[in-house]
């Protein structure tokens, strides 16, 4: 093989690595957050066997009814739900992606304890917290990425 052909190969190979750090080939809709979950006082666990946490997109309500969350594959996210008996309290928790990129500024984590291990969504008994963060721009790129850290739950409400 010619050296100019070796060069060309490898000048080749340079260009495609630059070009694909650059675009975003395949970025989920939005990063993600990660934080603490500690329980609210007086807060019974009994019979809760299982914690669900979903990172999704924030509908700008200024009131939360978890009786009514909807959650879509396309604008959430979900940790693996996790038995409780394997874990404690205040529990670290990190859901969604560590990059990615959305126009969608305000976005929402909810956790709960469920009886259910397989629940999409808070039932009469369980109990929830959840809290809204907004998402840092990226700059000169556009739109709003980088994974939040800090976004601390209490799970201290109970689903009526």
């Known amino acids: 093989m010619s050296l100019d052909k070796l060069r060309f190969g490898f000048l080749l190979s340079v260009i495609s690595c630059l070009v694909g750090a650059c675009i975003p080939f395949g970025d989920p809709q939005g990063p993600g957050a990660s934080g603490t979950i500690s329980l609210g006082s007086g807060v019974n666990t009994s019979g809760l066997t299982t914690l669900h946490i979903f990172n999704l997109v ?3 309500s200024s ?5 009514t969350l ?5 604008f959430s996210w979900n940790q693996a739900d996790i038995d409780v008996s394997a874990m404690g309290f205040p529990y670290e928790y990190d859901v969604g992606e560590p990059l990615g990129t959305t126009s969608t500024e305000c976005w929402r984590v909810v956790a709960w304890l ?3 291990s397989i629940a999409s969504t808070p039932e009469s008994g369980d109990v929830y917290g959840t809290v809204t963060y907004k998402l840092d721009d990226c700059g000169s790129y556009g739109d709003y990425c980088q994974h939040t850290p800090h976004i601390d739950i209490k799970l201290a409400d109970t689903v009526p």
Not at 70 to 74: A, D, H, M, V
Request: hydrophobic share 10%.
């Open 58 to 60: 924030d509908g700008g």
């Open 63 to 67: 009131t939360f009814d978890p009786r």
């Open 70 to 74: 909807t959650i879509t594959q396309e």
């Open 114 to 116: 469920s009886k259910s």
